[in-house]
């Protein structure tokens, strides 16, 4: 699998940023703040608290445990996981704010939920007050019916909806979720109505279609849905990313369905800190992961289909968090 590395001009610019943080009176302080410029430049010195917004056991949790023992092999200082599961993330996120913005206190974000939670209700935070640092996985959603499905293709599939306006019923994993907001927009910009059941997560959906009380799901294609596509449990329709998934072979894209703009249902669990903190622990926490998923153990544990081909750094995270908020920010605030 081809990643990119960060480049040397990049790991060069760290390093200036961190002789810069150990210069005299007259360097410039570092931006963003956060603590003193020589805390920085020897970060880390001490424990790092990791929250996981969600319980434990989810992919979420997966990616913060296994980033996190990295992070302690990398740093040689304890990454310390703490699950704050409740409000939807926010708890989470709370946790990490109230830590302070020294580099001590993390969490781990899952993309779009942490950027559309703001958007929709008074969470604790704003899209503002956080920094993203880097992803660690993606896991894209698939359209999938069971196997005694009338339905053999999303060409029929979305055929019959056409038809039938709002009488296939599609399990989501949340009423606000990327895979609920994207069925918004099918029947919004192509005018093609599917009724979205909301449930509170894989397992309930999976039992529905299993059982027949939906017709099918829009699911996160995580290994226990994979494992039911092996099966033949799920015929899976149609995949949202803008391009094929490799893992998901001769799957269509909802793009090639005759759906664009219906690109942007894919769930990505990455790594943040609060607003403030130095940008060179911003740079060293972004370079680490970078190397970190670039180890095979540690993209085994995550699975090596859900790490990114190309590296997201903290750039490239911030650009999909606004493409998001851009894309379902007016639904949720309709």
Known sequence: MQRRRLTVPALLAASALTLAGCGGAEDEPATGGGGDDAAAANYPTDDITLYVPYAAGGPTDLAARTIGDCLTTEFGQTVVVE???????SLGMQAMLAGG??????????????????LQQDVGYTNEDYVPIAAVTEIPSVLAVGADS????????FQYAEENPGQL???????????????QRLAEEYDVQLTAVPFTGNAEMTTALLGGNVDAVFINASEDVLANIDAGEFVPLAVSPAEQVDYLEDVPTLAESGFPE???????FGLAAPAGTPEDVVTTLETTVNDCLEQPDVMERLGEEYVPD??????AFADRIDEIVETYGPILQE
């Open 101 to 118: 913005n020294d580099g001590y206190s993390l969490s781990l974000i899952a993309v779009p939920a942490t950027a559309t939670n703001p």
């Open 83 to 89: 699950n704050r599961p409740g409000a939807s993330g």
């Open 150 to 157: 009338e339905y053999a293709d999303a060409e029929a599939f």
């Open 169 to 183: 019923n599609v399990g989501v994993p949340g009423a606000t979720t990327s895979q609920a907001m994207e069925l």
């Open 262 to 268: 219906l690109t942007n249902s894919v769930s990505v």
């Open 310 to 315: 190309e590296f997201i750094g903290t750039d």
